[in-house]
């Protein structure tokens, strides 16, 4: 419980600030502090456990489906990391109370430092890989908002969002190197990945799943060649830098290294790609550091450099190199941020961190001068410092590490000049800053900082001294714990001392601080050399490939969404193609093994009708009317061999469907051209009838291949069960209002949703009506003629017994909901043609919308009413009853569902056609003149 | 008769691809519906080719018809004619806001029709 606690108190405390006012800042940076306060002395609590070797550890199963557990672990490890978290996240929230000006919004920042806290807490103490890479993700986006906290400025905002691209993306590659090693495993949990080192570092996907961890981790900690980010990422306020680039935000790449150690170290691979990358990282950061004019940059780089220097050690596959790069951690995050932290002093009190202006500032800050000279000291190693400690342990290593075989004294010597330069950057930091003469042309006199800015400077510098004097005291244990989590077999005792004799390291150490007094010395002259080389803005080099992506999409969007629905329609037709023909290459031969059915004359009659009426459709198409009579022909043909095939349900539903489509096109014919005037070029006519072709060719040929292979249907299913199970002997309509009634339910919901939507198209349309047809010939003003409306009239009664007839039938003989629905439209439709939309609408004085939605209703409600019963939604039931007249009668649920369908086609298809028709009948021109 | 079904059912969806290709949006739609006819027998003849089949159970016994794609074509066509009325009032929609039948939208010369 107290784990949750450690990483749900800091969460619990974003939230807190944001109670507090800006004004009252006292009490806001109280109630920020107090959080990680608590979760810190419940880590202490845990701590001796753990340095005895406990691994406290709390499961929730979250999502198992996906492997993904709130788990929490506390080993050494996670202990060494939440306790620079939370001890160097107080130290920042008591320095950015006073470092923030009154404009800036403090509540806020405190929130956004908590959140980053959290999640940076959860990656240390996350036992599940999933939940790791989601923390992951969170520093990632909480750093974000960090370093873009000044958001009213540009700087901020560009780094900001350089950091969340780089590490956002490393953040990705992150989670398909734990999918991978995941799948490896065959399992998420940290313990198992752990203890796994054999089978990972034998499965032929360790190589993809270490690049891919590498790339995340190496992303993060800002490693060669994705160091840019970092440098840019100063544009964020002090505390943030101090505390991102010193103790947390870079050292979760580190921690990873260290966390995943047991599992993917020990290979070639691992040996030569993190120790190579933190070297060059090494030498290239300090280089930079040493050429920076800016005090954050200087630290910067230098952080990168150190990062650089942890990383290569992890990348021996040696203990003692995992004991040296831990302890650099730690001595880092203490000397990185007490620096940090002073150059924002410095900033704060001289308006400028240009290492050009500022010199002798001792004489106006002497405090803050002592702070910076011990800490720095530590960062180039001097002796009796923690830092110096720690760099002598990565000089031994370097010098025992079996890379680079017969070349493997250039490991050292580079080390060697890295501590150089390290050296020299220390001591520029420090000289040109504090002495070397008088400050020149700054905006204020500088004044000695308060002591409460100090104080968190003081307490690191303290840190610092008392490690460098004393380590086995303090740091043995806790660096022990740590190093047993990131091994596979016990570590042995680190050995932990200031003096170790006169040796080799040592020797190098004394090389480094003289050689570095050598270069600071000499930096004019390297810095003369360094100005021949063009500088590069990484920063423009990165907008300027921004704008290029953005470029890019764009083109590509323009290009593939153009807004011509022709173009779309070829992409889907193209893919079409590709896919059906590419299975249809895959069988052997076209024909399988059914015998096929003999012909008789009639079919191929109907056959020969059915095609010619296709063909002439599509070629006939600019002349419309001839286009749309042609394609009822095919309609009635499709109606026809339905009832040929054995399928009366599907007869009778085309039949119907095919007189309404028509009426349909024929309203629509009349708001549009009557001709479609000539305008595809030919080679774009040549185009589509090669396509058309294909796809007629590959339809064909699917249909062929489907009808002479023999099929295992489902259907006997419905066959056996329909009359037991349904009550119903026509299986089609048992399917529709049985079986499968929660799909009906849907169809006649879409089919009332498009009469709604049609019913608001036709709302307020206005449309240009012709008084003559095509040709020039005024409308027949005779509108209603005489015959069809006196049949149509006797005709109506008839028709709605008709349609009754067939939907009480339906369940037992071809019929049912949506064929009585169609016949009662048809009927109602004849009305309408016969006699006009006035002389129909005063008798048929009702609204089409309601009784629609009320057939969706009344199938959705019988549906419900299953429930009543305990039974399944759309469970029915039936049974037999007598009906006076009528006689023996089945009745099932399923009929109040077909009523539903029914009310739904009749109420849905007089929408679509009443009101279309009403758009005809208002202001029509032959009436006008008729009146004029 | 297998192949002069496949043969039937291509070339239905061939004129009706042809049609949906067409840059006005009468055709387009009138090629939609043709699709979906070809579609719509491509469906049905998944279930064989019953020739003389008993349309319900306890009707004379002989073969029955797949009755499975018969229930999905069966609502296929109704919800086809939905979406034909759908899209052929959607071009007149557009035709009366935009002033063109083209599909792209674009204004291009009427028919000499339209301006008298």
Redesign the interface.
């Given at each position: 419980m107290s784990l949750l606690l450690i990483v749900l108190l800091p969460l619990l405390g974003s939230l807190l600030p944001l109670l507090g006012s800006n004004q009252r800042r006292h009490q806001c940076a109280l109630l920020t502090a107090a959080m990680p306060l608590i979760a810190l002395l419940v880590t202490l609590r845990e701590t001796p456990g753990v340095l005895a070797g406990e691994v406290p550890r709390l499961a929730f199963s979250w999502v198992p489906a996906l492997g993904l557990d709130l788990a929490l672990r506390l080993d050494g490890l996670s202990l060494l990391f939440v306790l620079l978290i939370l001890g160097i996240g107080l130290l920042i929230i008591l320095y950015a109370r006073h470092y923030l000006a009154e404009a800036d919004n403090m509540p806020r920042f405190y929130a956004y430092l908590m959140l980053f806290m959290t999640s940076m807490l959860g990656i240390v103490m996350a036992d599940n890989l999933i939940l790791l890479w989601m923390f992951w993700e969170l520093t990632s986006l909480s750093s974000f908002l960090l370093i873009g906290f000044w958001s009213h400025q540009s700087a901020p905002r560009k780094g900001a969002r350089m950091a969340l691209a780089v590490t956002g993306m490393g953040g990705l590659a992150l989670l398909a190197g734990f999918i991978l090693i995941g799948q490896i495993v065959g399992s998420f949990d940290m313990q198992t990945v752990l203890d796994s080192r054999d089978v990972i570092l034998a499965d032929p996907r360790y190589l993809p799943a270490l690049l891919l961890v590498l790339l995340g981790a190496f992303t993060k900690s800002a490693q060669f060649p994705f160091q840019f980010w970092l440098p840019q990422a100063m544009a964020a306020p002090t505390p943030v830098s101090a505390f991102l680039h010193s103790a947390t935000m870079v050292k979760a790449g580190v921690f990873l290294l260290a966390r995943l150690h047991p599992a993917l170290a020990g290979s070639q691979e691992w040996l030569y790609l993190v120790s190579l990358t933190g070297l060059v990282t090494m030498l290239y950061g300090a280089y930079f550091a040493l050429t920076k004019l800016d005090l954050k940059a200087i630290l910067a780089y230098s952080t990168v450099s150190h990062l650089g220097l942890i990383t290569m050690l992890f990348g021996f596959n040696s203990q003692m190199a995992l004991v040296a790069g831990l302890f650099h951690i730690l001595n880092h995050a203490t000397f990185k941020a007490a620096l940090f932290m002073t150059a924002g002093i410095v900033d704060h009190e001289c308006g400028t961190r240009d290492i050009r202006k500022l010199k002798g500032l001792w004489r106006y800050m002497p405090m803050t001068t002592a702070l910076a000279t011990i800490t720095a000291a530590s960062m180039a190693g001097f002796p009796l410092l923690n830092g110096f400690l720690s760099k002598e342990m990565m000089l031994t290593e370097s010098l025992e590490t079996p890379l680079l075989g017969g070349l493997a004294w250039l490991i050292p010597a580079l080390a060697t000049v890295a501590s150089i330069l390290s050296a020299a950057y220390a001591l520029r930091f420090v000289r040109n800053t504090f002495f070397d003469g008088k400050p020149r042309d700054l905006k204020k006199t500088p004044h000695e900082a308060p002591f409460l800015l100090r104080l968190p400077v003081l307490v690191l510098a303290i840190v610092c001294v008392v490690v460098g004097l004393f380590p086995a005291l303090t740091a043995t244990g806790l660096l022990t714990a740590a190093t047993d989590a990131a091994m596979t077999m016990p570590a042995p005792e680190p050995h932990l001392s200031i003096w170790h004799g006169f040796n080799l390291p040592l020797l190098m150490s004394t090389i480094a601080l003289l050689g570095g007094l050598l270069v600071y010395v000499l930096r004019q002259h390297l810095f003369a050399f360094h100005r021949q080389f063009a500088s590069r803005d990484s920063l423009a080099i990165f907008e300027n490939a921004v704008q290029r992506l953005v470029r890019f999409t764009q083109w590509a969007i323009d290009t593939l969404e153009n807004g011509s629905l022709q173009r779309y329609m070829l992409w889907v037709v193209i893919s079409a193609l590709v896919v059906a023909g590419m299975s249809l290459m895959g069988i052997e031969t076209l024909k399988g093994e059914l015998a096929t059915q003999e012909a008789s004359p009639l079919i191929i009659v109907g056959a020969v009708i059915t095609c010619f009426a296709g063909l002439a459709t599509a070629f006939l198409h600019r002349r419309r009317l001839i286009s749309l009579i042609m394609l009822s022909v095919v309609g009635l043909m499709a109606s026809l061999i339905f009832a040929r095939f054995s399928a009366p349900d599907l007869a009778l539903t085309q039949l119907a469907v095919e007189v309404v489509t028509v009426i349909l096109l024929m309203l629509a014919l009349f708001f549009l051209p009557q001709k479609t005037p000539k305008e595809s070029s030919a080679s774009r006519i040549v185009r589509d009838v090669l396509l058309a072709a294909g796809f007629g060719g590959v339809v064909a040929s699917l249909n062929y291949a489907l009808l002479t292979r023999p099929l295992n249907s489902i259907s006997d299913f419905f066959l056996e069960n329909s009359v037991p199970g349904g009550g119903g002997h026509n299986v089609v309509n048992v399917i529709l209002v049985d079986f499968r009634g929660f799909d009906t339910l849907g169809e006649i919901t879409v089919l009332c949703i498009a009469g709604i939507g049609i019913y608001k198209l036709l709302n307020r349309l206005r449309l240009f009506m012709p008084s003559s047809d095509s040709e020039g010939r005024p409308w027949s003003p005779d509108r209603y003629p005489m015959i069809l409306a006196s049949v149509s009239q006797s005709l109506l009664p008839m028709a709605l017994l008709v349609s009754v007839f067939i939907f009480l039938r339906g369940h037992n003989a071809p019929g049912g909901g949506f064929i009585a629905g169609l016949v009662t439209a048809v009927a109602l439709i004849l009305m309408y043609i016969a006699h006009g939309v006035e002389w129909a609408q005063q008798r048929l004085s009702f609204q089409y919308q309601p009784i629609a939605v009320a057939g969706v209703a009344i199938a959705a409600l019988t549906g419900v009413g299953s429930w009543a019963f305990g039974y399944p939604f759309l469970t029915s039931s039936f049974g037999h009853f007598h009906i006076p007249l009528i006689g023996d009668m089945e009745l099932a649920t399923a009929l109040l569902f077909d009523l539903g369908v029914y009310l739904t086609v009749v109420g849905a298809t007089l929408m679509i056609l009443a009101n279309l028709g009403k758009v005809t009948t208002s202001h029509r021109p032959s009436k006008q003149k008729e009146k004029a | 008769?297998?192949?002069?079904?496949?043969?039937?059912?291509?070339?239905?969806?061939?004129?009706?691809?042809?049609?949906?290709?067409?840059?006005?949006?009468?055709?387009?739609?009138?090629?939609l519906?043709?699709l979906s006819?070809?579609v719509?027998?491509?469906l049905?003849?998944?279930?064989?080719?019953?020739?003389?089949?008993?349309?319900?159970?306890?009707?004379g016994g002989g073969e029955?018809?797949?009755?499975?794609p018969?229930?999905l074509?069966?609502?296929a066509?109704?919800?086809?004619?939905?979406?034909?009325?759908?899209s052929?009032?959607?071009?007149?929609?557009v035709?009366?806001d935009v002033g063109s039948?083209h599909?792209?939208?674009n204004r291009?010369?009427?028919?000499r029709?339209?301006k008298?």
């Open positions: - | 008769m297998e192949a002069l079904f496949a043969t039937t059912t291509g070339i239905l969806a061939a004129s009706g691809l042809y049609l949906a290709l067409r840059g006005r949006t009468f055709p387009v739609v009138v090629g519906t043709l006819y070809a719509n027998l491509f049905f003849s998944t279930g064989g080719l019953t020739t003389d089949g008993s349309a319900v159970i306890g009707d029955y018809a797949d009755p499975l018969q229930a074509v069966l609502t066509i109704v919800i086809g004619f939905a979406m034909t009325a759908f052929v009032i959607l071009a007149m929609r035709r009366g039948d599909v792209n939208g291009v010369d009427e028919p029709e339209d008298s």
